[in-house]
C-alpha cells in the first residue's frame, strides 16, 4: 500500500481537523503541542502527519511533499492554488476577512469622496481584489502580523484582517467596518497523487466528505 503523509499546522486546524481524520479511521498517536516532533506517527502504518506553519502547507501538497493537507481559504487565495485538487470545504476555523479602522474613521465617506486609502495587511491579494473591485484607490503595505497595530501607530488608515469574535478589534479600539468573505479551511490534495494513490487516498477523501455534509 502506498504511504499517506498529511500536512497540518497545530492549533485550531489541528485540533478541528482530528475528528475528521477519526471518521477516515486516522489518529495521530502523539499531540503536537506537546511533542517536538514535526513528523507524526498515526495508528495505521502507512499514513503520518506533518506539522507545519498554516502558511506553508499548500506548499508542501504543491510539492508533493505531502498527499493532503488543510488550509484556510485566505491561505489559498494568497498563496494560488496550483497543482492543488480542493474536493472539499471543511467547514471549520470559520472567521470572516473584514476592513477594520480606528473606532473614529469614516470609512464610508472616505471611500465615497474617493480618498486614497493606506491598508495595512498579511492578506495582500485578497486586499488588492477587493478594493480593485470596489473601484477604491489603496497604497498597501505587507505586514506578517499584529495587524490591529498599524491604525493605532499611524502606519495606516485601514486594515485587512481575519476577524471571530472581534475581540481583538476591540481592544484596540478599532471597528470592522466592511465585509470581505467568509473564510473557512478546505482539504487540499496533491493532483499527481490524486491519480497515482487514488487507492489509498479515496476512501479517506470519501469518509471525510461523509462527515463534513452531515
Ligand atoms: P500563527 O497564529 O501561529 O501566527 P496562523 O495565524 O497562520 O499562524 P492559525 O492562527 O492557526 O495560523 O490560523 C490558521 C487558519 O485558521 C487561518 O489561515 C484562518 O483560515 C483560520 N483562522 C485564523 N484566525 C482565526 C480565528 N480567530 N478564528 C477562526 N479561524 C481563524
Ligand atoms: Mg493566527
Known amino acids: ?29 502523539e499531540n503536537p503541542e506537546s511533542s517536538r516532533r514535526l513528523i507524526l ?11 507545519v506553519r498554516a502558511t506553508d502547507t499548500p506548499t ?16 489559498l487565495l494568497e498563496h494560488g492554488s496550483d497543482g492543488l485538487y480542493q474536493p472539499i470545504d471543511l467547514g471549520i476555523a470559520r472567521c470572516r476577512m473584514m476592513v477594520a479602522v480606528p473606532a473614529g474613521f469614516d470609512y464610508q465617506s472616505a471611500v ?7 491598508v495595512a495587511s498579511k492578506y495582500l491579494n485578497i486586499a488588492r481584489e477587493h478594493f480593485a473591485a470596489k473601484g477604491v484607490h489603496v497604497d498597501l503595505i505587507k505586514l ?9 501607530a499611524g502606519l495606516a488608515d485601514a486594515i485587512v484582517d481575519l476577524v471571530s469574535t472581534g475581540s481583538t478589534l476591540k481592544a484596540n479600539n478599532l471597528v ?3 465585509h470581505i468573505m467568509d473564510i473557512s ?9 490524486l491519480k497515482l494513490k487514488r487507492e489509498a487516498l479515496a476512501p479517506i477523501l470519501a469518509a471525510i466528505a461523509g462527515v463534513v455534509q452531515q
Not at 41 to 51: C, M
Not at 185 to 191: A, D, E, G, P
Open 1 to 29: 500500500m502506498d504511504g499517506i503523509t498529511i500536512a497540518l499546522s497545530k492549533g485550531r486546524i489541528f485540533d478541528e481537523t482530528l475528528p475528521l481524520l477519526a471518521a477516515a479511521g486516522i489518529e495521530p498517536l
Open 41 to 51: 506517527p498515526t495508528n495505521r502504518e502507512h499514513v503520518r502527519v506533518l506539522i
Open 60 to 75: 508542501y501538497v504543491q510539492y508533493g511533499a505531502a498527499d493532503l493537507g488543510v488550509a484556510g481559504k485566505d491561505v
Open 112 to 118: 465615497r469622496q474617493g480618498a486614497r486609502l493606506k
Open 144 to 152: 506578517y502580523g499584529s495587524m490591529e497595530l498599524a491604525p493605532l
Open 176 to 178: 470592522a467596518c466592511e
Open 185 to 193: 479551511s478546505r482539504l487540499i490534495v496533491n493532483q499527481a497523487a
